[in-house]
């Protein structure tokens, strides 16, 4: 049951981020037009060269917009890869993995960290950084990108000049916020629910345990 009710949440989410982030339906209190910009006017590039792939403190961005963590090596990286310093706040994404939804913003406890060219990154102006991350998870905006990925069918990566020149409706910044509230709510109530279920989880599994070894008899 919990189960059934985590995938009708997360269902109903999707429908909303469907109906909010395309001006469908409309939060009370907000009725201006929206702006059709390209990304480039939002989005600019960070270069900023680093360490290198030896000492590099790196990072990396899970897919299907699960966010962005610290990278776990076994082996140091090359000392003649440029790595490039990025900041809190920033939105990245994983070329090759740019088809399988992995967009992030960097969180605080990362500011600092590197990564390579393979992740690009951007300083995000004018528009709310959570608002663009909800934006860009959305199914029918990564997977239009398919045609233009260049590489084979299993390596395929978006340049950061495709997704630029890609145009976006925004609300205004408040607007944006209120969606961003609204969403992160549907949020946190899903990790609240999925948080029950894995509880429920390690109680069927630990009275298995018991039941089947002879350790608690019927």
Known sequence: LKEKLLAEKQK????????????????PGFDGEWEMHPLHLHLHESRVIGSNGAVAKKLTVKLWGKGVIEKK?????????IYYRRSAGQFIYSKLDFLNCAFGIIPNELDGYESTQ?????????INPQYLLY???????????????????KAKRV?????????????PLNEQLAIVKVLSSADKEIDL????????????????QLLLTGIVRV
């Open 118 to 126: 393979d992740l690009p990154c951007f300083d995000v102006e004018n």
């Open 159 to 171: 340049n950061p000049d495709d997704l630029l020149q890609y145009s976006v409706a925004y609300p």
């Open 12 to 27: 109903q989410k999707k429908y909303l981020m469907q109906q909010l982030l395309t001006g469908k339906r409309r939060l």
């Open 73 to 81: 090596e076994v082996h140091l990286g090359s000392e003649s890869t």
């Open 193 to 208: 629910f999925y948080q029950k279920l894995e509880q429920e989880k390690q109680k069927k599994k630990a009275l298995m």
């Open 135 to 153: 934006y860009v998870t959305q199914e029918q905006f990564y997977e239009r990108f398919g045609a233009q990925a260049n590489g084979g069918r």
